[in-house]
C-alpha cells in the first residue's frame, strides 16, 4: 500500500458521492412538501410526504401514470425477449452455421448497427397509419422486436462459447437444426443473452423520441407520462420527482439483481446501451 | 440410434451423394433440406423485420423530402425545393449550432473525467464491484427522470446550483435564458448520465496492458503522469475510439434531456428563443407538430449526413493522432 491510497479513496468517493448525488436528491424531494424544496440550505434527508405525493401521482388525470408504467414495462419485456431469442438465433447461425452470403449478410449487420434509425421515424409514423397502430403499442413494440448490434453480439458470443464439438454431436444424435439451437446452443449462450436482456430491457424502458411522436397522453409510456407531469405541472417538483422516482425504480431493481452481469458486459466489451 | 448410415449422409461433406441410389430415404432428404435452409429461416427474422421498420424508412425520408407531403399525403414533386429552404433556414442552423455545442460540451469533459476515473480505478483496490457499480448508478436512472432531477437543480429560484452560487456572491443564474447556461446545463445531465460507463470500457482496456511496461518506464524513470499519457492513452486508443464515435452519435441525436428542461409551451422548440433546441427537436417540431413531413424528412437526412461525416471525421482523427 502506498503512500498516496488515503487520497485516492477521498477522490474515489467523492466521485460517487458526484455520481449518487441526483438519485439520493429525487429519493428526498419525492418525500417532501413543495414549500421546503426551494429552502435554503436544502432538505437533505427524506421527509413524511412519500406516500401524499404518490396519491397525487396517481391522481394526476393528465399523465395516466399507472397505464404509462404498465405500457413500459410491456413494451420491455416483449422487446427484450425477442431480441434475445431473434439475436441468439441470427447470432448462432452466423458464428457456426455454413450458408452462401453468410459473409456478404453479416456486412451488412455490421454496416447497419450504427445507422441511426431514429432518422427515419417520419415514414416509420406513415407505416403505423396504414397499419391502424397510431396510439397503439404494437407500434413501440413491433419495430424493436430485432436489433442489429444484438445479432452482432450474440454472433461473438456464440463464437468463443459454443464449442464445435457439442453442436457436431448434438446433430450425429439427429437434433435438426433447430433443436441443436434449443438444447445445447441457447443454453451455451446464456451469459452473453442475460447482458444483452438487460441492455435491451434499460433501454426500451428510456425510448422518449418514438413513443412522442407515434402514441397520444391518454397511453403513454413512462417516459411519455413524466414529460407530461413536467409540461403540465410547471413549478409542481415533488409531484414530477415522485413521478420519476417510481419510473427509476425497475431499473434499480434490475441493477440490483443484475450488477455484476452488466459490469462484466460492459468490461468485456463493445456494449452500448 | 442405432443406425448410422442416414445420419451421416447429411453431413455437409457427403452432400455429393450418387444420384444413381434408387432412393433416398425421407428423413435423409428432411434432415439436408434441415441444413441447407435453417440459416436463413434462423437470419430471417432479424433481416425481414429490420428491413420494413429499419432500413425502409430511412431510404425512404429521402423520398419524402423531394415532395410538399402534408398530413393528408403526398402532394406535388418538389424536387431539391425543401433543401433550398433549409439551407437558408436560421432556425435549422440555429440547430445545428446548438446541438454541435452541446456535443463538445458533454462529450469532451465526459471522455477526459472517465479517463482520470478509470485510472484511478485501475489500482489494487477494497471494495472494487462497490465501487464499480457507484459509478455506474447514472445509467439506471430513467431518462426523464434525469431530465426532471437537473431541471430543478439548475432551477433559476429553488435550485441547488444556484444556491451554492450564492454563496460565493454569485447573483442567481437563469439557466434556461442564454445560450451558454442552457448548453451547460443540458451537457452536465449528459455528463453526469455517461461517464462512469466510459470509465469501465476505458477500465476494461487499461487492464489489458502488460504490466512490464510501466515496470520498464519506471526503471527509465519515467513519471507517473508521463506513463499516463505515453502508455496508457495510446494502448486504449481503439476502446477510445469507440466511445468518441458512439458519443458522436448519441450526442447529434440529443433529444429527451434538453425537451425535458425546456417545460411548459417552449419545450419542443427549446426555449422562447430556440436556446437550447437541438437538430432532433427541430425535426420533431417540423414533423409532428407543425406536420410538414416532406421539409422534416429533409432535416431527418440533413442529420442523417451530418451524423455520418462528423463519425467519418472523428474516426480519421482518432486514428491519425497514433
Known amino acids: 500500500m502506498r503512500k498516496s491510497q488515503p487520497l485516492l479513496y477521498c477522490t474515489l468517493i467523492a466521485g460517487i458521492v458526484l455520481s449518487a448525488f441526483p438519485l439520493y436528491w429525487l429519493f428526498v424531494v419525492a418525500t417532501r412538501s413543495n ?9 437533505l434527508l427524506p421527509g413524511p410526504n412519500l406516500g401524499e405525493n404518490l396519491g397525487r401521482l396517481l391522481d394526476a388525470d393528465q399523465a ?112 435438426s437444426t433447430f433443436r441443436v439451437f434449443w438444447t ?24 422518449f423520441l418514438w413513443p412522442l411522436a407515434v402514441l ?58 | 440410434m442405432t443406425d448410422l448410415r442416414p445420419r451421416t ?61 402534408d398530413i393528408s399525403g403526398a402532394g406535388a414533386f418538389v424536387g431539391l425545393d425543401n433543401y433550398v429552404t433549409l439551407f437558408g433556414d436560421p432556425d435549422f442552423w440555429n440547430a445545428v449550432y446548438n446541438t454541435i455545442g452541446m456535443l463538445v460540451l458533454a462529450t469532451v469533459p465526459q471522455l477526459l473525467f472517465a479517463l482520470v476515473l478509470a485510472s484511478l480505478l485501475n489500482q489494487k483496490l477494497r471494495g472494487l464491484t462497490f465501487l464499480r457499480m457507484g459509478v455506474l448508478l447514472p445509467i439506471v436512472t430513467s431518462v426523464a427522470a434525469v431530465g426532471i432531477v437537473f431541471s430543478q437543480i439548475f432551477d433559476r429560484d429553488a435550485g441547488v446550483v444556484n444556491g451554492l452560487l450564492g454563496l460565493v456572491n454569485i447573483a442567481p443564474v437563469d439557466w434556461r435564458a442564454d445560450k451558454w447556461s442552457s448548453w451547460t446545463a443540458i451537457a452536465t445531465m449528459v ?25 520498464a518506464a519506471t526503471v527509465d524513470g519515467a513519471s507517473k503522469a508521463r506513463q499516463f499519457w505515453s502508455i496508457t492513452v495510446p494502448m486504449i486508443r481503439p476502446a477510445i475510439i469507440f466511445t468518441v464515435i458512439v458519443s458522436t452519435i448519441a450526442g447529434m441525436q440529443l433529444f429527451t434531456e434538453p425537451l425535458i428542461f425546456g417545460q411548459g409551451t417552449f419545450a419542443i422548440s427549446g426555449g422562447s428563443l430556440r436556446q437550447f433546441q437541438t437538430v432532433s427537436m427541430y425535426m420533431f417540431e417540423k414533423a409532428f407538430r407543425d406536420f410538414d413531413y416532406g421539409y422534416g424528412s429533409a432535416v431527418a437526412w440533413m442529420i442523417f449526413l451530418l451524423i455520418t461525416i462528423l463519425a467519418v471525421v472523428n474516426f480519421l482523427i482518432t486514428r491519425k493522432g497514433k
Open chain 1, 216 to 273: 397520444e397522453a391518454d397511453n403513454p409510456t413512462v417516459q411519455f407520462s413524466l414529460s407530461q407531469l413536467s409540461t403540465s405541472y410547471y413549478t409542481d417538483y415533488t409531484l414530477m420527482f415522485t413521478g420519476a422516482l417510481v419510473a427509476t425504480v425497475p431499473l434499480l431493481l434490475v441493477f440490483i439483481a443484475f450488477g455484476r452481469q452488466i459490469i462484466g458486459g460492459i468490461m468485456e466489451g463493445a456494449v452500448k446501451a
Open chain 1, 184 to 207: 445445447v446452443v441457447l443454453p451455451a449462450l446464456r451469459p452473453g443473452a442475460a447482458v444483452l436482456g438487460l441492455f435491451t430491457f434499460m433501454g426500451t424502458w428510456n425510448e
Open chain 1, 35 to 43: 414549500d421546503v424544496v426551494g429552502d435554503w440550505p436544502p432538505p
Open chain 2, 191 to 215: 455528463n453526469w448520465r455517461w461517464t462512469g460507463y466510459n470509465a469501465l470500457i476505458y477500465l476494461a482496456a487499461m487492464q489489458s496492458i502488460p504490466r512490464d511496461l510501466y515496470e
Open chain 1, 64 to 175: 395516466n401514470f399507472l397505464l404509462g408504467m404498465w405500457n413500459s414495462a410491456l413494451s420491455s419485456v416483449v422487446v427484450t425477449v425477442a431480441v434475445v431469442f431473434f439475436s441468439s438465433l441470427a447470432g448462432f447461425a452466423f458464428a457456426k452455421l455454413k450458408f452462401r452470403g453468410r459473409n456478404g449478410l453479416l456486412l451488412v449487420i455490421l454496416a447497419t448497427m450504427m445507422i441511426p434509425v431514429q432518422m427515419g421515424i417520419i415514414p416509420l409514423y406513415m407505416i403505423m397509419v396504414e397499419l391502424g397502430w397510431q396510439n397503439r403499442m404494437e407500434a413501440i413494440i413491433v419495430p424493436s422486436l430485432v436489433s442489429a448490434f444484438g445479432v452482432f453480439l450474440m454472433r461473438q458470443y456464440a463464437e468463443r462459447a459454443v464449442p464445435d464439438e457439442l453442436i457436431e454431436a448434438a446433430r450425429v444424435d439427429g437434433c
Open chain 2, 9 to 69: 449422409a447429411t453431413r455437409p461433406a457427403v452432400s455429393g451423394e450418387p444420384p444413381a441410389k434408387p432412393r433416398i430415404r425421407l428423413r435423409a432428404r428432411l434432415s439436408r433440406i434441415d441444413t441447407a435452409w435453417s440459416p436463413y429461416l434462423f437470419i430471417a427474422p432479424f433481416f425481414v423485420i429490420f428491413a420494413i421498420f429499419g432500413l425502409f424508412p430511412l431510404g425512404y425520408t429521402a423520398w419524402v423530402s423531394l415532395h410538399d407531403w
